[in-house]
């Protein structure tokens, strides 16, 4: 057994240490080891975006990051999106336009649709589709999904 | 439990059902809070991990176990040998859970190890030996029919055969529906069209992994933790295969991640607690998305050729299918279900089914959204497609002419009560889709589809709490928005508000026996036992506020969430609303509470009628799905954002289907492509928005009208894409996937010596 | 009495006879008749069949009536998905 490796991160805003393998996944280390069950493993090798997290601003996979990766990090996942008791538009949006049917899917999309939406405030339909081409969903058929950015989009630009 | 006469749906306004409010677990579900069946996690608890068979067909020689045993941090190793053979129903499911004596797939476990850390569990598997002695495999339906194909079970002798064959085949069964006889059919046609048509096995394609939490103690009491469409079948089933009492296993559902099918038998859960029970540890076994490519319930592929006759006035005058079905390693694809739905649509006075189940050295089927009827819907509504281009008929006309109307005898039997496919054809010829305007390149195809829906063993526990606020717990997972329907539904009855009611899914020791969450019966079954289960309170509330009042039980009735004298001779009281009924229970009598156990029935079948407009690029193949409108009959919608949203998410599992989704095996019998990469299902970037109509012909048999309406959206697509495609591509496509290169290829072979520019 | 139709592949168990008369009164009655007179169709019944009454379809459910006059069908076991 490898010596295990020492990182030092922020996750959420919040400053964590924490012990893990060097070939551990950063997915793994949020679920197993911090309790983060938000982020969820779908496919292990990048191709369904449920295990999106932020990480210093930008979106990846989770599962393809390594977890020693995120050492002087930022980390960013759903649970990190919600200020407090109170939902962020997405979130509310996803619920008020029924865009989640089973949900595994849904913390990978609010997670990639809040980082088109800071990036792009104004997407078109197009642009929001393919911003979130790396976002697997299997129940919805992704209609209400889009619906649901479109209206948090708008939402946003009003406050 | 029949239409209730006074809920005529013309005149009567529901308070709640039919309204748009929150579903309940959709909070912890956009924060992550949502618990899963990966996300529970226990004390001390291993990692279990399943050895798989790399080889399509071998027999097992020896697994030696000792190595592997003696690693430090490895707690418990199982093979066959550690599951019980009892109930001859549960064989196939054994046989597939692991391999005894032989593996039949590439995939098929083997043995399974328990550890303290994912990392020695999976260096546990790589130091069992296992002794193989390969053997010729099969992965194709049509080679797996042919005489000297291998044959994978020795004891195979094809039923519903009269005189029954003498030697062992591959093909497990014979079936047969219809009535008249075709042929005489062919001979009264104008134009007769038979055409071949192949589909390629696909997955559900749920993003969650199988995944399970076992434990078990010494005492032979466990509990497990499992994301499933049928906690109280995957109760019994390990059970029966653990030999343990039912009732000391627990089972609880998690949220689940989708199964539309897949997730309605076992496949590790046995392993889990096999594992468990030998380390005297909780075992952790979440499969891989490898794994459940290659060893979970796939549907089956199909090689099927159908015959339609019809006159020049469009009556179709006679029908013939003939499906093959592949079902992997063990008996019970649904071909049968194919047969019987194939031509369910029309009323036909000659018309002949006749489906094969055939095994291949494949991973054993499950369920996949309505199983076996996509596929032939496919075959049957091309070649009804090809006729009304022949005879110059609008296709709506041509479906209309020859309809399924109440009073039909169907093509597998009985007469239709009841039913809405006219009416799905009407709203689609009326729809702005049918007249908009086609593009280059572009074409549209509709196609009609049937499910049959069913009930089932149900039952509910609504229970009243001090402060007049609801728990309803129901026993069926909640797969589709159910708990959201049954809300509005207890609500509705009680005459209180949705939020005033919480549904939960209760574990296997909370509740009675439930079916499992499928053929589209939840809001169907349990909406019918919670229906009941409130009026079941109300009598009681009733009985208390009589007391209260001291006046007959009868002579008090229940109005707007209030107990209320029956009329002024029954005495001058205020209403009493649920709440303070509630308030004073325990002085009164108790705890009040309604319950309903049923085998539920008068489930109503439902149709739908799919158009789309695609668009393929002559250079690449590619084809586009422009637009896409889908009209179903749903009876009566409980919450219409869910009943769109299962209308959607059909109509895109069956666009995947349709355009790129298919196994691969290759010529060594393995699977090529068990990953999201090579297994492309849709993604945003693929799709516009898909329109949706609800059609609400009341069924029937349900208070309210319901019918099932999860399975009947995945049964037209199939068929209206590969109209639309080979309206724009100038040729017709005869098999799925219609992926670029395969579309090329047709493309390319219909203008022949013509070239391509 | 009851007229009772088997659906396609039950035919074969009895010879391809289709259309029997039995005297049952509700659904468990008419697959134990059907059994006992018919050994070869027994074991299928047994595994499991879906009975429909008047185009309403049954699973599992023995003491269910059926109705003098009504159509009935026997049709194999159907789940769904």
Redesign the interface.
């Known amino acids: 057994m490898m010596p295990q490796v020492r990182v030092s991160t922020t996750i959420n805003g919040d400053k964590v240490d924490y012990l893990c ?1 060097p ?1 551990e996944t950063l997915l793994d280390v949020l ?2 080891r911090l ?11 990048g ?2 975006g ?1 295990c999106s997290v932020m990480l210093d601003g930008r979106v990846v996979c989770s599962c393809l990051v390594l977890g020693a990766e995120a050492d002087g990090r930022k980390v960013g ?3 990190g ?2 200020n407090g008791d109170k ?1 962020h538009p ?2 509310d949006k ?5 865009a ?8 990978g999309f ?1 997670v990639a649709a809040k980082a088109l939406l800071d990036r792009n405030p104004d997407p078109t339909e ?1 642009e ?3 911003g ?16 649901a950015v479109q209206a948090a989009a708008a939402e946003m630009r009003k406050g | 439990m029949p239409l209730d006469s006074r809920l005529d749906p013309a005149t009567y306004k529901f308070k709640v059902v039919g309204t ?1 409010p ?2 309940p ?12 069946g ?2 529970a ?1 226990a004390p001390g608890m291993l990692v279990g991990k399943i050895l798989r068979s790399p080889h399509p067909h071998a027999r097992i020689r020896r697994i030696n176990t000792a190595k592997a045993a003696k690693l430090p941090g490895v707690k418990a190793i199982v093979t066959a040998e550690d599951f019980r053979e009892g109930d001859p129903s549960l064989r196939d499911v054994l046989h597939n859970v692991m391999a005894r004596g032989r593996a039949l797939y590439d995939g098929h476990a083997v043995a399974a190890a328990a550890a303290t850390t994912s ?1 020695i569990a999976r260096k546990a598997l790589q130091l069992i030996e296992v002794d193989y002695e390969i053997l010729p495999h099969v992965t194709d339906v049509d080679a797996a029919m042919k005489p000297g194909a291998p044959i994978l079970h020795s004891d195979m002798i094809t039923a519903n055969v009269d005189p029954a064959p003498k030697k062992a085949s591959n093909i497990a069964a014979r079936h047969e529906f219809g009535h008249g006889d075709p042929e005489v059919g062919f001979k009264a046609a104008d134009l007769v069209i038979e055409r071949s048509f192949k589909t390629e096995a696909t997955h ?6 199988h995944a399970c939490l076992a434990s078990v103690g010494s005492d032979g009491q466990g509990e497990l933790w499992v994301c499933t469409q049928g906690h109280f079948m995957v109760r019994n089933a390990c059970a029966e295969l653990l030999g343990m009492d039912v009732s000391k296993l627990r089972v609880t559902a998690s ?4 199964g ?1 099918g897949g997730k309605t038998t076992v496949f590790i859960e046995p392993i889990a607690l096999a594992l468990s029970r030998k380390a005297g540890k909780p075992v952790k076994l ?1 499969m ?2 490898e794994e459940v490519f290659r060893a979970s319930g796939p549907t089956s592929s199909s090689s099927i050729t159908v015959k339609i006759g019809v006159k020049k006035d469009g009556r179709i005058t006679g029908a013939h299918a003939d499906i093959r079905f592949q079902g992997g390693a063990f008996a019970g694809s649904p071909v049968s279900l194919g047969a019987m739905s194939a031509f369910a649509c029309y009323d036909l006075d000659h018309v002949k089914a006749v489906g094969y189940d055939v095994v291949t050295n494949r991973p054993k089927q499950a369920a996949y959204r309505a199983p076996g009827a996509p596929m032939v819907a496919f075959a049957v509504e091309s070649v009804l497609d090809e006729l009304a281009k022949k005879i110059g008929m609008d296709p709506i006309e041509l479906r209309l002419k020859n309809a399924a109307k109440e009073g039909t005898r169907s093509s597998y039997g009985p007469k239709y009560n009841r039913v809405g496919l006219s009416q799905c054809l009407e709203a689609a010829r009326k729809h702005p889709h049918y007249k908009a305007p086609l593009g280059p390149n572009q074409g549209r195809g509709i196609a009609a589809g049937f499910w049959f829906n069913f009930g089932g063993q149900t039952c509910v526990s609504l229970n009243i709490n001090v402060d007049g606020t609801v728990v309803l717990a129901v026993g069926t997972p909640d ?3 159910s708990r959201a329907s049954m809300c509005l539904i207890a609500a509705e009855e009680l005459g209180i508000g949705y939020d005033n009611v919480r549904a939960v899914v209760a574990d296997t020791s909370s509740l009675g026996y439930n079916d499992i969450s499928e053929g589209s019966r939840v809001t169907f079954s349990t909406g019918l036992a919670t229906i009941e289960a409130a009026r079941d309170a109300i009598g009681k509330l009733c009985a208390r506020a009589a007391k209260i009042w001291d006046i007959p039980a009868d002579a008090v009735v229940w109005e707007n969430g209030h107990a209320k004298p029956s009329g002024p001779n029954a005495g001058n009281f205020e209403p009493l609303s649920l709440a303070e009924i509630a308030r004073t229970a325990a002085k009164t009598g108790g705890p009040i509470a309604g319950h309903h156990e049923v085998n539920a029935d008068g489930a109503g079948v439902s149709f739908a009628v799919h158009m789309t407009d695609a668009e393929v690029d002559r250079e690449t193949g590619r084809v586009q799905i422009k637009r896409y409108t889908v009209i179903q009959d749903a009876g009566k919608a409980i919450h219409p ?2 009943v ?2 299962q209308f ?2 059909g ?3 069956g666009i995947g289907w349709a355009l790129n989704e298919e196994y691969i095996y290759g010529k060594d019998g393995r699977l090529q492509n068990p ?3 090579d297994y492309r ?5 693929d ?1 516009p ?2 329109d949706t109509v609800i059609v609400e012909v009341p069924n029937p048999g349900h208070p309210y009208g319901v019918r099932g309406v999860g399975e009947t959206s995945i049964v037209p697509p199939l068929a209206a894409i590969a109209n639309a495609v080979s309206a724009a591509a100038g040729v017709r496509l005869t098999e799925l996937p219609m992926s670029p290169p395969q579309v090329l290829k047709a493309m390319d072979a219909e203008s022949g010596a013509k070239g391509r520019h | 009495m009851v007229q009772v139709t088997l659906s396609g592949s039950l035919k074969t168990a009895v010879g391809g006879q289709s259309e029997f008369e039995v005297e049952a009164a509700n659904i468990h009655q008419l697959l134990s008749r059907l059994g006992q007179d018919h050994p070869r169709l027994k074991p299928m019944l047994e595994r499991g069949v879906a009975v429909s009454i008047d185009g309403q379809i049954y699973r599992d459910d023995w003491f269910r009536p059926i109705p003098p006059g009504s159509e009935v069908f026997i049709l194999p076991r159907m789940a769904g998905g």
């Open positions: 393998e070939d679920r197993n309790g983060l069950t938000g982020s969820k493993e779908g496919c292990g090798t191709d369904c449920a996942t759903v649970e999106i919600a939902l997405l979130q996803f619920i008020e336009f029924a989640l049917q089973c949900g595994v899917c849904t913390p609010i197009t929001i589709r393919f979130l081409a790396g976002n697997l969903c299997r129940c919805t058929g992704y209609d209400k999904i889009v619906r | 748009r929150s579903r677990d959709g909070l912890d579900k956009v924060t992550g809070r949502a618990k899963f990966a996300d996690n990392s559900q394609g749920y993003i969650e992994p949220e689940i991640g989708g539309f979440v891989t998305r797969i589709g928005g954002s869910y769109e949203g959607q998410g109509a895109v599992q990953g999201f990469l299902i849709p993604v945003a970037s799709l928005m898909i």
